[in-house]
């Protein structure tokens, strides 16, 4: 088969199949989006050109009026969007336009459900693009031409969105693209020029590149002027600009409406919904540049995938240079969207040398401090709380950022939120100003326990003395939160103590109450000796503990050994951990305990003893090392009770 001529026909990949059925059924509500998504094509198409062709001037071939064209064919119900920018040659249209290569597309996919309005929610997060034609189009077609190759190698792409597209080889002088949609019945209103012009006008007045239409034919005086000029040979249509065609960064900030930074922002981040917030800044002095950066209203699906696109859209003097520039913010703000057009850094600047160079480390540390301010404002501004929906979508990526921002540790400590038992719900809503405020007088540290999931946090015996005492714990379980707590160790000069770590020191809290425990635990000396016979193999210690109130007994972690849930990660992760066994506390107080104490047979003692462990490793959320050992101790003693 002749590789530029031959006609092929090829499937769409699994996902491009799903993807697409569900889009056609799921935004058919919005089908006006799909110009914007076509239109946003071409205007990164012609970016690319641009900057291709600071290195190879060729690539210009005569045609250097960059511009989007909209052409309407009313007769044939066909709407096309065409650009003079990159082009495609037939492999990237094969590849491009057949497939979809984002990462973690299947997952996305399987995250589906049917239902049609939640489904809807989800297309939006992972950005539609080109396949949005098919929501008003029964049959798409598609030109294209590299920048670069002959007229003779332009590629004919045609699909009517079901399984299969064809690729064929095409004559094509001007360099680019053209998508030229067939209008479904019901969609024909796109065809009409005044309703296109207004959506070009809603959508897309913010990209750079001029978008052009044919003006509108001048009223006609009389039906029969309008009839004769129909018979005249057309003269060559009059094109006009429609939208705005300046980069919407470069405009001062007074100039831009509400709806102009939205809609740009759903240009560069592909996402359907509005941001939260954005920040927009011109800065001049030793460096000079502009950003402008957006607080996106949901997590996309790929957040937490590594190889996941990050990073701004970096500019020179005005021109595109590459999109996800990850340069310019710390990883713990990946979720950031954005624009930084500067005026110092080379046109031909590679992603190498971003990576050295002296002025994006200083930008970054810029950016980095406007990123945090803009959420701190956030935080305090109440209004419609969007600071909540922030964090839920976005609070675990700043977990992060302690570990990773040594400098901001301070900063990033007050805007995280918190579960605590001050309100004892999951929503984390709490921050440590919150804690701190609430501390009781003479309590020097705050206080934290970190568990498998919310419930075990709040159920955990280790907090028993504390709500016993009315002294409030944060309540954490998200998995980066033991990764957390091993970097904030402190905030406005308070130390943070896990609960479930070394010996219990209240403070200055419980003088009479450690009095009594201390005898208690003289008292206990006998009991605690003979558990540490039993139960030697599996405990690093046994001691009477200052924690409980309710439960027989917790376990604690060496003061400097690993916590549970970091050691249950690394072990997850197939990682090898240091061998470390817990401390056993008891509370010799309790029923439980006063019976082992009783108990003289050794071997019902050892079976009791065992139980209590097991049980304390339970109820923080372990694994036990014997299940069967354990229900068979159990039933043992259920039998027991029966008989
Ligand atoms: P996205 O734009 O999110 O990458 P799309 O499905 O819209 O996804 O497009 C897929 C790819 O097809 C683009 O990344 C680009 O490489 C290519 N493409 C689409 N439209 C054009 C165009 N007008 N000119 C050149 N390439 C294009």
């Not at 030109?143 to 064809?166: I, M």
């Not at 029969?224 to 003269?235: I, T, V």
């Not at 100039?255 to 920040?279: A, G, N, Q, R, V």
């Not at 193999?537 to 046994?542: A, G």
Request: charged share 30%.
């Amino acid at each position: 088969m002749d590789a530029v001529t031959g006609e092929e026909t090829l499937g769409f990949q699994t996902e491009a199949k799903q993807l697409l059925h569900l889009m056609i059924h799921s935004l058919y509500s919005n089908r006006e989006i799909f110009l914007r998504e076509l239109i946003s094509n071409a205007s990164d198409a012609i970016d690319k050109l641009r900057f291709e062709s600071l290195s190879d001037s060729s690539l210009m071939e005569e045609d250097t009026e960059l511009a989007i064209r909209v052409e309407l064919d009313g007769d044939a119900k066909t709407i096309t969007v065409s650009d003079n920018g990159i082009g495609m040659s037939r492999d990237e249209v094969v590849e491009h336009l057949g497939t979809i290569a984002r990462s973690g597309t299947a997952e996305f996919l399987a995250s589906l459900t049917g239902d049609q309005q939640h489904d809807s929610q989800l297309i939006g997060q992972f950005g539609v693009g080109f396949y949005s034609s098919f929501i008003v189009a029964d049959r798409v077609e598609v030109h294209s031409r590299r920048a670069g190759a002959e007229a003779g190698e332009g590629v004919h792409w045609e699909s009517t969105g079901e399984a299969e597209f064809t690729v064929a080889g095409l004559d094509k002088p001007q360099r680019g693209t053209s998508v030229i949609l067939h209008l479904k019945k019901d969609c024909e209103e796109f065809a009409d020029s005044w309703r296109v012009r207004s959506i070009i006008k809603k959508y897309s007045d913010h990209i750079s590149v001029p978008v052009m239409m044919e003006k509108p034919p001048a009223p006609a005086e009389d039906e029969d002027s309008q009839a004769e000029k129909k018979e005249e040979p057309a003269a060559a249509p009059e094109f006009e600009t429609i939208n705005e065609a300046t980069a919407l960064w470069t405009r001062s900030r007074s100039d831009i409406s509400d709806e102009e930074y939205t809609e740009f922002y759903k240009h560069i981040s592909h996402d359907f919904e509005e941001p939260l917030k954005w920040s927009h800044n011109r800065i001049e002095g030793k460096l000079e540049y502009t950003s402008l950066l957006y607080i996106p209203g949901r997590a996309p699906f790929d957040l937490w995938n590594r190889d996941t696109s990050r990073g701004l859209k970096l500019y020179v003097q005005r021109t595109f240079i590459m999109d996800d520039a990850e340069q310019f913010l710390p990883l713990y703000l990946r979720f950031i969207k954005g624009v930084v057009d500067s005026n110092d850094l080379s046109l031909n600047i590679s992603r190498e040398i971003l990576q050295q160079d002296p002025a994006v480390e200083s930008m970054r540390a810029a950016l980095t401090k406007r990123v945090l301010d803009m959420l701190g404002k956030m935080a305090k501004a109440k209004k419609g709380d969007r600071y909540a929906v922030f964090w839920k979508e976005f609070g675990q990526v700043l977990k992060e950022g302690p570990a990773e921002d040594f400098s901001n540790k301070e900063k990033i400590a007050g805007l995280l939120r918190f579960s605590t038992t001050h309100t004892d719900r999951e929503d984390q809503d709490q921050s440590l100003q919150d804690y701190l405020g609430r501390m009781k007088e003479g309590q020097e540290k705050i206080f934290y326990v970190v568990a498998e999931n919310f419930k075990t946090a709040k159920n955990s015996p280790h907090l028993e003395v504390f709500r016993k005492q009315g002294i409030e714990v944060l309540l954490l379980s998200d998995r980066v939160d033991d990764w957390l707590m091993n970097h904030l160790l402190e905030f406005d000069g308070k130390h943070f103590q896990d609960v479930a770590r070394g010996e219990l020191d209240l403070g200055e809290l419980s003088e009479e109450e450690k009095k009594s425990r201390e005898e208690l635990a003289k008292a206990s000396a006998s009991l605690v000796e003979r558990l540490q016979q039993v139960l030697d193999e599996q405990v690093q210690e046994i001691r009477a503990s200052t924690r409980l109130t309710e439960s027989p007994a917790c376990l604690v972690v060496g003061e400097h050994d690993m916590g549970s849930q970091m050691r249950r990660i690394l072990e997850a992760a197939g990682q090898k951990v240091p061998d470390s066994k817990p401390i056993l506390e008891v509370n010799p107080g309790h029923p439980l305990l006063e019976k082992l104490d009783a108990e003289p047979d050794e071997e019902r003692f050892a079976d009791l003893a065992n139980i209590v462990f097991d049980q304390a490793l339970l109820a923080e959320g372990g694994q036990l090392s014997d299940p069967a050992a354990y229900v068979s101790r159990l039933n043992k003693l259920l039998l027991e009770l029966s008989n």
